[in-house]
């Protein structure tokens, strides 16, 4: 039989390929390593550089990176690494173009916190855990965190955005004023001889540090795990992410962290976030870093390509940036941000 006017075709998994590897193209290079010292055992992360899911009629890649901090146990910790995602993304339709898998993704995030924190809660176990959660669809970044997991972006231009809220009561005025306005109590710990309080603010009932977190079945309904959710997209240029535990940041400023691990490979990178923490503090508490770069797509074979984008690569570890930027309900031209805020 003649074939002749007939269209030629290719078996499905031919065209994902065609599909994964066009899009592969525009999007940027994904490298990451992590870091741990283990005290109590409780830290708990999610590395998943390529994740498939369908979109439109195609399929399309992105990343996923966690860091869940338990406290009281690791129960929860664990669950909200093995479900948090899945919830999420069962929330997204798969008939839906990027750009608006993209502009889902805030709620989704949402829906998938409360979900998990929901389905956890029917089990019998009290623990609770922090959880920053990193999504990378090509140059967009999303981020959604309850706790104190705090999650950094350094641009390759030396800028420094906080993609993350601290949940924890001593340094988050917005959050004492919203639990006290539901009828929640805010104070220290007190010794019992002349009222004298110690340690940092807890909520109660429950006494929990944090206001925000996924599981802590019984200290009330004052926490809530709403996540603080924070998208932006990065020039071409590029940049690295830093996610790390209160192991951490109770030891190092956002720019202290970013000096320690300028010029090296993000692997060795996370390593020396780690032991620059310990250096400092001493090993407190589990103390994780996970370090994201976010890099241009090196054209091959193209000499002048690779020449350029080599500088835009070196430009991602340059010395320190004299400006930083808290940036707190501020929207940036240049890396065009995109903020929301999602209360109850």
């Not at 290719?10 to 065209?15: E, F, S």
């Not at 669950?79 to 839906?96: C, G, R």
């Not at 790390?244 to 190092?252: Q, T």
């Amino acid at each position: 039989m003649s074939t002749k006017g007939k269209h030629r075709t290719l078996p499905l998994w031919g065209l994902l390929k065609r599909e994964l590897a066009n899009e592969k193209a525009k999007k940027p290079e994904i490298a990451y390593g992590q870091a741990n010292e283990s005290k109590k055992g409780e830290d708990f992360t999610l590395l998943r550089n390529e994740c498939h899911t369908a979109m439109g009629n195609g399929v399309s890649t992105f990343s996923a990176f966690g860091l869940f901090d338990g406290h009281r146990g690791s129960g929860a910790a664990i669950y909200a690494k093995e479900n948090l995602l899945k919830n999420i993304l069962h929330t997204i339709p798969s008939e839906i173009t990027r750009d608006e898998w993209i502009a889902a993704l805030s709620r989704a995030l949402v829906s998938g916190f409360v979900k998990t924190d929901k389905d956890f809660q029917v089990k019998a176990c009290k623990s609770g855990t922090t959880a920053t959660l990193v999504i990378i669809q090509g140059w967009v970044v999303t981020v959604a965190s309850v706790g104190d997991s705090s999650c950094i972006l350094e641009s390759a231009a030396g800028d420094v955005y906080h993609l993350s809220a601290d949940h924890r009561l001593e340094c988050n005025e917005e959050e004492r004023d919203r639990i006290t306005a539901s009828g929640g109590k805010i104070r220290r710990l007190n010794a019992g001889y002349g009222g004298i309080e110690f340690g940092p603010l807890r909520c109660w009932p429950g006494g929990l540090c944090l206001s925000r977190s996924i599981g802590d079945k019984d200290v009330g309904e004052f926490i809530v795990p709403v996540p603080f959710v924070k998208q932006m997209k990065l020039p071409k240029s590029g940049g690295r992410l830093i996610i790390s535990s209160h192991g951490v940041w109770d030891a190092l400023t956002a720019e202290a962290a970013l000096d320690w691990c300028r010029g090296v490979p993000a692997e060795v990178a996370a390593s020396q976030v780690v032991n620059e923490a310990l250096q400092a503090k001493g090993l407190r508490d589990d103390t994780t870093c996970i370090v994201i770069d976010i890099l241009p797509h090196l054209p091959f074979p193209a000499a002048p390509k690779k020449q350029q984008v080599k500088g835009a690569f070196k430009s991602l570890f340059r010395s320190k940036s004299t400006k930083s930027y808290s940036n707190a309900g501020k929207r940036y031209t240049e890396a065009d941000v995109e903020e929301e805020l999602f209360e109850e």
